[in-house]
C-alpha cells in the first residue's frame, strides 16, 4: 500500500476521526503493524501516548509514545503535526518514500514508534487507556 498526498486526501475524506497530515499517516501505520486504531486504543493510553505527556511511562507501550515524542522534539524545524509524507506498507514492512528532508524524519520517527507499539502488543494493557493525566505527575521524562 502506498500512501501518497492524493491517497492521504481520498483516505482522510472517508475517516470519521479525520486528523491533518501525517498524525493521519502514523494512525494508519499503527493500525496496519498492530491491528489497532489509533483511537481509542493509543490516543489516550499511559502518560506519553496522545497529545503532550509527563510522569514516568507506566509500561513499555507508553515508553515508546515517550520516544516518538523525543524524536519529534529533534525535528524542530519540521512540522511534526501537518507535514504529509510518502510511504509504502508491504508485508508488514514500512519504507518511507521520497520527500523533503522533514518528512522523511517525520516518517523515520513514525515508523520507529508503529514498529515499537507493534514489538510490545503483548504487553499492551487495556487499564492504561483512558488513563488520566492526574496519574501522571512525577513531572516530564527527558528524552
Do not use: W
Request: with cysteine.
Amino acid at each position: 500500500m502506498i500512501s501518497t498526498p492524493k491517497k492521504f486526501y481520498e483516505e482522510s475524506k472517508q475517516s470519521v476521526l479525520a486528523v491533518n497530515g501525517n498524525l493521519f499517516q502514523f494512525g494508519r501505520m499503527i493500525q496496519k503493524l498492530t491491528g489497532k486504531t489509533s483511537f481509542p486504543h493509543y490516543t489516550t493510553y499511559g502518560c506519553y501516548c496522545g497529545v503532550g505527556g509527563q510522569g514516568k511511562p507506566r509500561d513499555d507501550t507508553d515508553r515508546c509514545c515517550l520516544a516518538h515524542d523525543c524524536c519529534y522534539e529533534k525535528l524542530k524545524d519540521c512540522n511534526t503535526n501537518t507535514d504529509i509524507y510518502n510511504y509504502s506498507i508491504d508485508d508488514g514492512v514500512i519504507t518511507c518514500g521520497e520527500g523533503s528532508s522533514c518528512e522523511k524524519q517525520i516518517c523515520e520517527c513514525d515508523k520507529t514508534a508503529a514498529l515499537c507499539l507493534k514489538d510490545h502488543l503483548d504487553t499492551y494493557n487495556k487499564e492504561y487507556r483512558f488513563y488520566s493525566d492526574k496519574n501522571c505527575q512525577e513531572g516530564p521524562m527527558k528524552c
